[in-house]
């Protein structure tokens, strides 16, 4: 069993009327869904985000991921219950997991030792069902375009142009790829079809965007499925399915609470992919939480040229939001590996490999700034760290006018954040951020890729050939140049070259394709290739995943 | 607005906790799943299970269905209310509905009129998500099953004998034959599959026959998905899939509880097709209901020469319980149409037609009694039922020895199965049953097809090509030879000709084709074609779902 397990099965969970009751939530507003989760009724956040003043968003982000690991899960917990600890009222917005890849590599995805979210098992599995109510939202459009072609298809579908996947919440590379409708006249027009992970739906991002259910049944009918032979978009409102989808939707988009180890509230809903769509937790989770609370706490995948890029560039643009401060995780071992060292020799202290992979971190920290908001290093500790490695990064950030705070929260829980804590709070209090998206709704598609690429990755230029700049002037012209854009690129580098790490510059984005997601409200600009369909390995978790004698369950984390 | 819908928004439900006291279910052993549902902990279940005597077991059947519909939920719901008003203490046991389905044709799957189980709209679409659970487990097999091909196949699974089919709850014709694996290297070995609508995978009728968590593991474990080239057939267990499977199963397996309007206990709980499976309610519920109330009332699917025999030889034998009346649902409108009037006609009087179609109504009495159970045979009164009709009813059931009790719970409640709760519970008080399956285990499979085809269709014979003589010898020397038999045939005639009303005989039984369901322990026999995947409508119920300004449902109903 794993630690984290261990410590998570250890504890004694509140009753989640109790955390309700903590967060400001009347017990009426709640629906249960076991004794540690709840959903909390639309009604009710409909009126408190009426009701109510605003609290202060901080955002937890990471430098770029390395096989080392970071832990921004573990960090936003862990500064969230210490918000607790010293005295402030803090909620956490965490993404949902999916069930998915439990089953591929084993781990889990609500945090780690004593900066988790519990019940930790369910919110891996099923949780409260938002992921499968999402992935039958997504099949019913997906059944409904097929079944619109075989009763005689009077939209004049192109069905060599849907665009539109079906969607599971399972690693399975055999369905990336499929023809579809095959045996005969009872069963349709054989086409090329492929099946996304369910993070990967479009369904899934305007669900996270949605501010409630009239904006999602208008989103998720916006959405572009296919074109006709002519090139005119169909939309699930040209099908008429975006009712029934908002239908199968309406429980889900209610935010799901959960509590933190150390009893804190925590809302933990929704999750999409950080490559294709925008990363971060619902709109619904983050909003309501700052209703209720003085400081929320919240997260967003990747590293910050992607993950913080699209939560400010796009969620907080299209949610109005405006966060107050924002804290970028490092470790030791991880600013090594920017450092050109490799993870078999990450035991040994190397000052001058932590020095280079600096440039990592430090190139995050004058990002932040340019959005408008204080950076705070959390430099997340391991026992191996040395205190000349930590002082090299003490000084670093002293140098760039900001600082970076020991964090042992996995091992001492809140007690191992409070200074981060601290920290945070100087600057909320100090009133410092100033916050601004990198670039104006107005500019036009090609710039705003421009825009990220150069202000925030460094690069040089962008690569973007003739055919991609075409659709964006078809997207312009179809009234869609007032979105931001998504990018899809590597996470373990500035560039889109994996093996860059630290802080390259002067490259060149290679732009592949641009997509419309427009029931989400955004077009993604695809750099490589983006993988939306993982598989599964060698040896699969689920291989040793069962159930013990008393039922609990083994091998899963 | 449907009247149902109308009726059951106008209910006022009580908080489930109070259902589960009255039901004898203390309060910590709940699950809730919002306010007005909850699963029943396994735990508890255990515990009841070894504790407490046994009710008595009313099993709610039908004559073979006719497009005027007859009624068997309603009744079931009524007779569980009625019961409840004499005093006794009743739990009614009725399967979950699948979601699917209700984007096709309007309507739900949850009674009707004043006889419904609710939250309706809640038990239609998510409900607790149980088939969500059993679709992940079904598709997390077949992501095994081609993920152990690509890193080896070192088991020797020979692709072209791959018998497990992905599952999904939507009706998608374009999904019943697909070619997987498509676009290069990366993506696996292409291979025909396709996808059945997840009320009839194979998971779905194990999770059904489980009778507790170990149970279900071994079940899973034993579920066939394919042959080597030599013929040895590879198991769930082989590929090291059961232990996660079970582990997407372990909350799902906890029975659902709801109320009926009139406030009775509810145990809805699974949902297996009544072609290629069984057709009942879980095991779990059903044992738990009857180990917490004098009488059980449950249903199932089809007329009962598919749903009671199956009821009865599959589920009362595997899971030992020994029902003790049986209710046959009826409508004068239904016997009709067995009489030979066209649906169009249903309106006028026809005395006549009305003793032909009693044919139908008097085999099932006839059947029944074979099991040893005392028939008795509900007349679910529409109003445009005349006295003479009635009468003729009454008078061919009196001359058989039993009665036809007139019903009117659909307008009136639970006061309008009172006479039927008592005419029930002067059978059960009289002891009148001696249940005995159709055929004992030893028999040889193509003996029990035989049986069940002489002796409840009124067979002459059965038409057994010598590849399927083959298979069930196969089947046999693989040690299945003890299990019962499961026909798939149209639930519309007595034979396999959908379109022979009434009380055909004589007719050959033809069996296509035979499959082994290892795990859930029956031999399934296929007469005609087997729609394991519906398709949906020219227009479907989708396109008119939505939700209102308060956000409430439109349409589903």
């Known amino acids: 069993m794993s630690i984290d397990l261990e410590i998570a099965r250890a504890a004694t969970l509140a009753p989640i009327a109790q955390i309700a009751e903590k967060a400001g939530i009347p017990v009426d507003a709640l629906e249960p869904y076991g004794k540690y989760k709840a959903k909390i009724g639309l009604d009710f956040v409909q009126q408190i985000r009426h009701d109510r003043p605003i609290g202060k968003l901080v955002l937890v982000t990471g430098i770029n991921p390395t096989p080392a690991g970071e832990g921004k899960t573990t960090t936003t917990v862990g500064l969230g219950d210490a918000l607790n600890l010293i005295g402030k009222k803090a909620m956490i917005c965490l993404r949902e997991p999916s069930l998915g890849p439990c089953f591929g590599v084993k781990g889990g995805a609500a945090g780690g030792g004593h900066a988790q979210v519990v019940p930790m098992e369910d919110i891996n599995l099923h949780f409260t069902g938002d992921f499968h109510a999402i992935t039958a939202a997504n099949n019913l459009l ?4 097929d079944n619109h072609i075989y009763w005689g298809n009077s939209l004049g579908i192109d069905a060599r142009r849907i665009t539109w996947r079906r969607a599971i919440d399972m690693n399975d590379r055999a369905l990336r790829g499929i ?14 079809d492929g099946f996304d992970i369910v993070v990967a739906s479009e369904v899934m991002a305007a669900f996270c965007l949605a501010y ?27 099908l008429k399915a975006d009712g029934a989808m908002a239908v199968l939707l309406k429980d889900a988009l209610a935010p799901n609470l959960v509590q933190t180890l150390a009893g804190s509230p925590a809302l933990v809903h929704g999750g999409p992919f950080a490559n294709i769509a925008h990363g971060c937790n619902s709109v619904m989770a983050t909003t309501l939480g700052l209703h209720l609370s003085d400081v929320v706490v919240t997260e967003a995948g990747f590293g910050a040229d992607l993950g913080a ?5 796009i969620k907080c643009r299209l949610a109005g ?4 401060a924002c804290v970028i995780v490092a470790t030791i071992r991880a600013l090594k590996m920017h450092g050109g060292v490799a993870k078999a020799d990450l035991g040994r202290e190397d000052v001058g490999a932590v020095r280079r992979g600096i440039a990592n971190l430090a190139r995050h920290v004058g990002n932040i700034r340019k959005f408008g908001l204080p950076p705070i290093v959390a430099l997340n500790r391991f026992t191996a760290d040395t205190e000349a490695e930590i002082a090299a990064v003490q000084q670093a950030m002293a140098a760039l006018g ?3 705070i020991l964090c042992t929260h996995w091992s001492d829980g809140a007690q191992g954040t409070v200074a981060l804590a601290h920290a945070v709070m100087q600057r909320l209090d100090a009133g410092e951020a100033n916050f601004q998206p990198l670039y104006p709704d107005a500019m036009p598609l090609a710039d705003k890729i421009r825009a990220i690429a150069q202000g925030i990755y ?5 690569a973007l050939p003739d055919a991609v700049a075409a659709k964006l002037a078809r997207f312009e012209a179809q009234g869609f140049g007032h979105v931001p854009v998504c990018i899809a690129k590597t ?4 560039s889109a070259d994996p093996t860059a790490l630290g802080a390259p510059e002067g490259h060149v984005l290679p732009i592949r394709d641009v997509r419309l997601s427009a029931g989400a409200g955004f077009v993604v600009a695809i750099c490589g290739d983006v993988m939306t369909m993982p598989g599964l390995p060698r040896v699969p978790a689920a291989e040793t995943i069962r159930l013990d004698a008393e039922g609990r369950i083994e091998g899963l984390f």
């Open 142 to 145: 997906a059944a409904m375009i």
């Open 309 to 313: 890029e699209k939560f400010l560039d």
């Open 402 to 404: 900001t600082e970076a």
């Open 179 to 192: 023809v579809g409708s095959m045996g005969g006249v009872a069963n349709g027009f054989p086409r090329e």
């Open 458 to 462: 460094r690069a040089a230029d962008v």
């Open 212 to 238: 409630d259910l009239a904006d999602l049944q208008t989103r998720l009918g916006r959405i572009i499925v296919a074109s006709t032979r002519d090139g005119k978009p169909v939309t699930a409102a040209d």
């Open 491 to 494: 996470q373990y580098s500035f």
């Open 321 to 324: 939001l405006a966060p107050d």
